[in-house]
């Protein structure tokens, strides 16, 4: 069942539940008090002449002539009756009821006047019951309900007479249907009325849920991630719009980086595996070659080996680092970090002089983060350096010590970044101009150590460049909160 569906069901039902709780209550209401109205005009003509007969042995009310109805059009029909239940006197507008035993509702009182009308609880009704003495009752006369009141007229212990009050019905039964297909026709109108209104409320509510789906099954059919659905007002449905439209953002920006990585690396892995495919059929074709083309072929296929081997380890590192694995928020002193990275570019480039600065001299300089990636960040930073810097150059190092953070600068002698290429340096397999071509990298490398510095909320950019060299710093937070204001001000140096 569709969600617009279930939401006009649902509130159909309630609503429908509501209105006829409601309804029924206004409506049983109206038809007791109308039914309770004549059970109250009899109790009083009734006690009226109970009173008179207990006077003076009679009473002028069953002489009055009430042929016609009272103010409140209710007619009222009086009998008395002699002890043995004879009947002794009828007011002059009795139509000629049959006679029945007055004392039958004294012993078998009729449930409430309305329950034939409304079957409504008894509790609803009021009983003027007090010691088997006094009772209501139902008279069927030709199709008609006649409502009747007997009282026993007792003077101490012996029975002196009885009193019947008695009224038609027939205007209250009507009243009473009437009411009830009013009440019925009224309650489905509006009822199916709901359900129309609903419907079409619901429908208005899930549009941007409808084009929401639709979007998504456009893009899951045509792989077209450029789509976008239009912003309705800015409530949850419209913030959820915002939110798929920015989603669809990202996939499209991230299969776009995607189709690049592997249009990339697979020229990358395709250079490498042309020249061990010519050299092995150069081997195939010429087996009795001289040894000295066989060694230069050999040590050919030997470096183009270890860069595919670094190629393929630098994209598993890649992909590792792009896992959304929490880091460990210890403190590391970069103090330590730094030098011991500094000893291992000294051990892998002795034909440059890598120094170390550090200020202030006494601070651990402790940044939260892990220890093995920063020293991985830094060292990706100092092998870019040396591959850069002419040798028997310096590459400088400079740690600087700030109350909230920490700043680390790379600097090297070579002959700096074309502007062109510096929004690109980050990106994976750049080629950058002759003047900074990789010299036996992957280029891969600037790539990881970007990852590495934003998973450790870190900034990492181009602090300065020209033909003096390059400096690239990274803004490490005490605290471990980012660094990205400091990117946005100094990226474009």
């Known amino acids: 069942m569709k969600l617009r569906l279930r939401l006009t069901v649902a509130y159909g039902l309630l609503f429908t539940g509501v209105l006829s709780v409601l309804s029924f209550a206004g409506y049983a209401a109206l038809i007791r008090e109308q039914f309770v109205t004549l059970d109250r005009v009899l109790v009083t003509t009734a006690r009226l002449v ?11 009310a069953l002489d009055a002539d009430t042929a016609r109805p009272s103010r409140d059009g209710i007619v009222i029909v009086l009998r008395s009756y002699a002890p043995d239940g004879t009947l002794a006197q009828r007011s002059p507008n009795d139509p000629g009821l049959p006679v029945t035993a007055p004392w039958a509702p004294l012993r078998t009182p009729a449930p409430p006047a309305f329950w034939d009308a409304v079957p409504l609880p008894d509790w609803l009704a009021r009983r003027d019951v007090v010691d088997g003495r006094r009772a209501f009752g139902t008279l069927g006369v030709s199709g008609q309900r006649w409502r009747r009141y007997v009282v026993q007229i007792r003077r101490e212990t012996r029975t002196v007479g009885y009193v019947e009050a008695l009224t038609p019905l027939a205007r209250a039964d009507d009243t009473a249907q009437a009411a009830t297909r009013l009440l019925l026709t009224v309650l489905a109108g509006t009822v199916i009325g709901v359900l129309g209104i609903t419907w079409v409320v619901a429908g208005a509510v899930l549009r941007p849920v409808t084009a929401l789906t639709r979007a998504a099954r456009a893009v899951a059919g045509s792989r077209d991630l450029t789509q976008r659905v239009q912003p309705g007002p800015p409530d949850e449905l419209g913030q959820l719009t915002v939110t798929f439209n920015e989603m669809l953002g990202r996939l499209q920006r991230a299969w776009a980086s995607q189709q690049r990585f592997v249009e990339d690396a697979s020229h990358e892995l395709r250079a490498p595996m042309t020249v061990l495919r010519g050299n092995l059929d150069l081997l195939r074709r010429y087996p009795h070659m001289d040894p000295a083309e066989r060694d230069e072929v050999m ?25 959304d694995v929490p880091l460990p928020q210890q403190g590391v002193s970069l103090r330590e970090v730094v030098r011991t990275a500094v000893q291992d570019a000294q051990k892998l480039s002795p034909a440059h002089d890598v120094t170390l600065r550090l200020h202030p001299a006494g601070d651990p300089l402790t940044v939260p983060g892990h220890r093995d990636q920063l020293q991985q960040l830094l060292l990706i930073l100092l092998d870019n350096a040396v591959k850069y810097s002419p040798p028997g150059t310096r590459v400088i190092v400079r740690v600087e010590g700030q109350p909230e953070s920490v700043l680390v600068d790379v600097e090297d002698q070579g002959s700096g970044i074309d502007a062109a290429d510096l929004p690109h340096i980050f990106h994976r397999f750049y080629r950058a101009d002759p003047a900074r071509q990789r010299q036996g990298g992957t280029g891969l490398g600037l790539a990881i150590a970007q990852l590495i510095a934003s998973r450790h909320g870190t900034a990492l950019f181009v602090a300065r460049t020209g033909p003096g060299g390059t400096v690239f710093r990274v803004t490490f937070s005490r605290s471990g909160g980012s660094s990205s204001a400091a990117a946005e001000t100094h990226g474009g140096a």
């Open 50 to 60: 109970e009173s008179g007969i207990l006077r003076s042995g009679r009473s002028y």
């Open 299 to 323: 040590a050919d296929m030997d470096r183009e080996t270890g860069r595919l081997s670094r190629l393929v380890e630098d994209l598993l590192l890649l992909a590792q680092r792009e896992q």
